[in-house]
């Protein structure tokens, strides 16, 4: 566990948490002292989705991450949720504050991504990115600073990406053969709505911040979408980033989109294993990266 315990009594909510980049993010927060309700749609088995028009299944549940966090001697609860369903939206946030006795942090982490090009996408696919990346963390702060002012503060972070940047010219024949347009699009609306609501909170001490890969982060849901040879980035220091966002006052910190390398490395911010117990090597500037990436998240 974490020595620092930076959230040591807070309680957090982690979207998407069943896997891959919601667990590691539930996993850090939890080794610094967190208690982390962890939910989706895959309790304890399994849930099936569909991706490029065909039924697919991705391994990972909410019993795995809690069984995780407690063998590291963390504390979370399982909580599952269908974000797309609006009655299970809508009353997640006050079932995780009643399950967990408050809410001091929200993570936006939960998505849903089906790369398509523009003129081959279907309404659906459409409909669902927008569901996922603007409704979805809209709903959900909405709930989450009422409870966050009783406490007089909170924090908010929304997973943004950097595909959000325009594609680079010349354009690179990944931008020519597309599929990412709208998931691209609306992850730039979530970083935008971030900053805003970022300025609309500041006075009510609670901090808004988006954190995003700086490349890829090779998970069960994007194994698909990523090639086999892209150099991935290790989730950990996307996690300690999220953690960085979670415990100074709103007036010090809040407003950012944030990456996961370019932010530790512009702060020297040691990175620690999801568990908290051992110090990574310090964070390096990828090479992948999208030329105009923010190194500090202003």
Not at 60 to 74: M, S, Y
Not at 181 to 189: E, G
Not at 222 to 234: H, K, N, Q, S, V
Request: aromatic residues 6%; proline residues 6%; contains cysteine.
């Amino acid at each position: 566990m974490d020595k620092d315990r930076k959230l040591a009594g807070k309680v957090a909510l982690v979207t998407g948490s069943s896997r891959g980049i919601g667990r590691a993010i539930a996993q850090r927060l939890a080794s610094a002292g967190a208690t982390v309700v962890v939910t989706g749609r895959s309790a304890t088995a399994p849930a099936s989705g569909k991706r490029f028009g065909q039924d697919q299944v991705v391994p990972g549940t909410l019993a795995e991450t809690v069984a995780l966090i407690e063998a590291a001697g963390g504390k979370a609860l399982a909580l599952a949720a269908d974000l797309e369903d609006p009655a299970q939206r809508d009353s997640l946030v006050d079932r995780a504050a009643d399950l967990a006795g408050g809410l001091d942090v929200l993570v936006n982490n939960a998505g849903f991504a089906d790369y398509a090009r523009v003129e081959d996408m279907t309404l659906d696919t459409f409909d669902r990115t927008v569901e996922h990346y603007v409704r979805v963390p809209f709903r959900l702060a909405q709930d989450a600073i009422r409870h966050m002012r009783k406490g007089g503060a909170g924090w908010i972070v929304n997973v943004g990406s950097i595909t959000a940047y325009p594609p680079v010219r010349p354009y690179l024949d990944y931008a020519k053969q597309g599929g990412d347009v709208i998931y691209a699009s609306v992850k730039a609306a979530l970083h935008r709505m971030t900053q805003g609501l970022a300025a609309e909170m500041v006075d009510a001490n609670i901090a808004v911040n988006a954190v995003g890969p700086s490349t890829a982060i090779r998970t069960p849901g994007a194994e698909a979408l990523i090639p086999a040879d892209y150099p991935c980035e290790d989730v950990a220091y996307l996690a300690e980033t999220v953690l960085a966002m979670c415990h100074l006052p709103a007036a010090e910190r809040t407003g950012l989109v944030a990456f996961s390398m370019h932010f530790p490395h512009a702060l020297s911010l040691p990175v620690y294993s999801l568990d908290g117990t051992q110090l990574l090597p310090p964070a390096e500037l990828p090479i992948y990266s999208h030329p105009a990436t923010s190194h500090d998240g202003l």
